[in-house]
């Protein structure tokens, strides 16, 4: 009986050791298991991940589409190529900018957001250049 007792200790030590083991292992793997995750995903379904960001981003949505193409070599591919990033225009965006999101938003509308007293010339003024080159 005593053997048992001696038996059933060094068995529930060991579990301990092992179930502490475990939580480390899952710890230190679930980066890794994420990265696995994202990588899996098709673009179409990535691309409707960002398309879904931008709603719950909807006050700085140039943040979000910056943001998101900068992570990695993918995720740019992917957000240069999802329009509905690219079509919210501040006019606080240099000509540059606006001359890119308008090429990225493809053929979808255009939402352009100004601040009541804020000039506006500059901004039509790239959406005409714009519009003339195509």
């Known amino acids: 009986m005593e053997g048992a007792r001696v038996c059933m200790k060094a068995l529930n030590e060991a579990q301990r050791r092992l179930g502490k083991r475990l939580r480390r292992l899952r710890r230190l793997s679930k980066p890794l298991v994420l990265e696995d995750g994202i990588k899996r995903l098709p673009d179409d379904v990535l691309a409707i991940i960002f398309e879904m960001g931008c709603h719950f981003n909807e006050d700085d949505l140039y943040q979000f589409a910056v943001c998101v193409s900068h992570v990695s070599h993918r995720f740019r591919g992917v957000a240069l190529a999802t329009p509905l990033l690219w079509t919210t225009i ?3 965006y240099g000509e ?5 999101f308008i090429s990225r938003s493809g053929q979808l509308d255009l939402h352009i957001k100004r601040p009541n ?9 790239v959406l ?7």
């Open 117 to 125: 007293n804020s000039e506006i010339e500059s901004l039509l003024q």
């Open 96 to 100: 540059n900018e606006i001359r890119e």
């Open 90 to 92: 501040q006019d606080s």
């Open 128 to 134: 005409r250049d714009s519009e003339s080159s195509h």
